[in-house]
């Protein structure tokens, strides 16, 4: 099967969806300011190299669920002008003759939403038990999103690849046909 690839952070969204989606629960529940040491910690084990972005996200979906629905709010998220302001004009002008696949290191809850606004695409997302906050696989980065797409449609073939970060995805730039950058709107064909 021939398919475009979206990557979703930094190219379809103009930003970081999880941490813009971190700050508005926080502005919702500032209760869950309780829950920073831990995260704090955590971020820090990851940048000694002690800790993954994995265990990570674990932590912060974890204390996150525990104090409410993450997927209550990543659909209120979504409904924010300001989120749907952020993404990307350009990519509504992009080709759509064949199946388009985003796939996103971000959890798959909190982009659902969006995938919905943009026109029901197939997703790829970082697996997270909503309930728990506990990220259930990989990290969906680099050949993990390789993997993973795979695994959702069977065998493919990139036609064209578009994202932010040629180094955490050049897995899927290398298996692709036609690369492009994008950068807050603009996109680059490399």
Known sequence: MLIDVYDFDGTIYDG?????FTLYCLRRHPGAIAAL?????????????????????TVLFGEMARRFSLTQEAERFWQEEATRKKLGAWFESTPRDIPIVIASASPEFELRHAAKLLGGYTLIGTRCDEATGALTGKNCKGEEKLRRIREAIGEFTVRAMYTDDAKADAPLLEAAQEQYIVTHGSVRRV
């Open 16 to 20: 970081d969806s999880t941490v813009d």
């Open 37 to 57: 040491p831990r995260v704090l910690a955590a971020a820090v084990r990851v940048a000694m190299k002690k800790g993954t972005l994995t265990q990570f996200k």
